[in-house]
């Protein structure tokens, strides 16, 4: 457990809604993405390398069409890019001088872990388009592979996508989400509920859905769910919490109407996501408590997270 000094009345660094530029950032990345979709013919690519792996998997289902909404529901993509967006995970320093909040205890300023997904998304799509699909073939959530012990799949499943459209989508709600978390938590707790939220994702998908899966979404929204037990966990000592939780329901809300109002979206994987994300915050932390207040006004706040009991418990 950790323990440090904080104002007497901290608030959640604050945070706008999406300025204009970066709603017309999201809308002409989207639509030129779709354009070099087209160009580079990767919708022929992908049919071909999803043909693959139905050969190869034995899964009569298995169809490309699964995944054509990506092709032909920009505005869908825009919607859901929007909805990530009003995270404004831009956020830098400045925000936890204004609130007069130490950047050690309740904001972490650093995002290397959000970088460095967000580069290992973009190599994995490049090493999609030059292998001419055999990496979706090797990793993608096929439940007949997983199945024969392809166990790898519930994780490097999170790490493909269907298309360019697909992975910007990802990319850019990943840049909008997770360097709020990254923040909050810290970089290896972060990590933790990001993997921890990929496997959630693929496992409940396999559980309860037979057709393949890829994509980071489900391990975003688990950066969502964890986002939410930060809020609630906090609610006692921080500022504004009520207005998060509204927000944070909204976004939850609005991209599940989505995934169920259109075809080829794993939802099950969606909720999987939101579940582990939520299980794993809930359990790594962190949990401020206010212990005391010194006498210059400013709280003493100690990290009681359950794993730290767990540990403790365990060494007993």
């Not at 993997?195 to 994509?215: D, L, N, Q």
């Not at 037990?229 to 906090?234: D, E, G, P, S, T």
């Not at 609610?235 to 169920?260: C, D, F, Q």
Request: net charge positive; glycine share 10%; charged share 15%.
């Amino acid at each position: 457990m950790g323990s440090a000094a904080v104002p007497s009345n901290p608030t959640f660094p604050r945070r706008v809604g999406p300025s204009t530029t970066r709603i017309i950032t999201s809308a002409t990345a989207l639509r030129l993405g779709n354009s070099l979709h087209r160009r580079l013919c990767l919708s022929s690519l992908l049919r071909s390398s999803f043909k693959n792996i139905c050969l190869y998997a034995g899964h009569p289902a298995f169809k490309l069409g699964s995944f054509d909404l990506l092709h032909g529901s920009q505005n869908l993509l825009a919607i859901t890019c929007l909805s990530f967006s009003l995270f404004n995970g831009d956020g830098n320093r400045k925000n936890s001088k204004e609130t007069g909040m130490s950047p050690g205890l309740l904001v972490f300023n650093d995002r290397k872990w959000t970088n460095l997904l967000l580069a290992i998304n973009i190599l994995a799509y490049i090493a999609q388009v030059g292998t001419q699909g055999q990496l979706l073939s090797w990793g993608a959530k096929i439940n007949r592979l997983i199945d024969k012990g392809e166990i790898w799949r519930l994780i490097s499943s999170s790490f493909l996508h269907a298309n360019l459209g697909h992975l910007l989508v990802n990319c850019y709600s990943l840049n909008s989400v997770g360097p709020v978390i990254e923040k909050t938590s810290g970089s290896k707790r972060y990590i933790a509920v990001y993997m921890i939220s990929a496997a959630a994702s693929s496992t409940f998908s396999y559980w309860f859905s037979k057709a393949p899966a890829i994509g980071a979404s489900g391990a975003i929204f688990g950066l969502v769910g964890s986002y939410a037990v930060y809020v609630l966990r906090h609610r006692s000592i921080l500022k504004g919490t009520e207005g998060k939780l509204k927000y944070i329901a909204r976004v939850i809300a609005l991209n599940m109407t989505i995934g169920l109002l259109s075809q080829g979206i794993d939802n099950w994987g969606h909720m999987g996501g939101l579940v582990g994300g939520a299980a794993a915050s809930w359990l790594l932390g962190p949990a401020w408590k206010l212990e005391s207040v010194r006498n210059d006004g400013r709280g003493v706040l100690t990290d009681k997270a359950p794993i730290f009991s767990l540990i403790k418990w365990r060494k007993t």
